[in-house]
């Protein structure tokens, strides 16, 4: 994310769920040496961000999933929702930001949103850690 907030690449591939045409664009390789995309390149870092967005949206949905085949105590049922909820929201956020070329508001927006799942995700930790001690 701060990459992406920092080279400014939400501002470019502004569509969604596609990077313009394609799910990969030659733009996301185009830098020597190869790495060069991921830290410097506005599309390889779009593309990280994007597919690193994926797989948090699926882990968190599929943790949603596995914990509520458990007995869970109030407290993990409350992060576990607030896991999911929040990785809802973020993701949302970021689809919604990527589309309008993220403006400033949608983009502080989107900032925030990272900081909340955060906190979601440091308080589930610490409610199934402090229940299996």
């Given at each position: 994310?701060?990459?992406?907030?920092?080279?400014?690449?939400?501002?470019?591939?502004?569509?969604?769920?596609?990077?313009?045409?394609?799910?990969i664009v030659d733009s996301v390789t185009a830098m020597q040496p190869w790495y060069l995309n991921f830290i410097e390149g506005l599309a390889g870092v779009q593309f990280i961000h994007r597919y690193l967005a994926y797989?948090?949206?699926?882990?968190?949905?599929?943790l949603f999933w596995k914990a509520k085949k458990m007995q869970l105590s109030s407290s993990q049922n409350w992060g576990v929702n607030s896991l999911a909820i929040t990785v809802g929201i973020q993701f949302v956020l970021g689809v919604i930001a990527l589309l309008?070329?993220?403006?400033?508001?949608?983009?502080?927006?989107?900032?925030?949103g990272a900081f909340v799942l955060l906190g979601s995700t440091i308080y589930s930790l610490h409610r199934f850690r402090f229940n299996n001690l």
């Open positions: 994310g701060a990459y992406v907030a920092g080279l400014n690449a939400g501002k470019v591939y502004n569509a969604w769920p596609k990077m313009g045409e394609k799910w797989l948090v949206f699926a882990f968190i949905l599929f309008y070329a993220v403006p400033v508001s949608l983009g502080l927006l989107h900032q925030l």
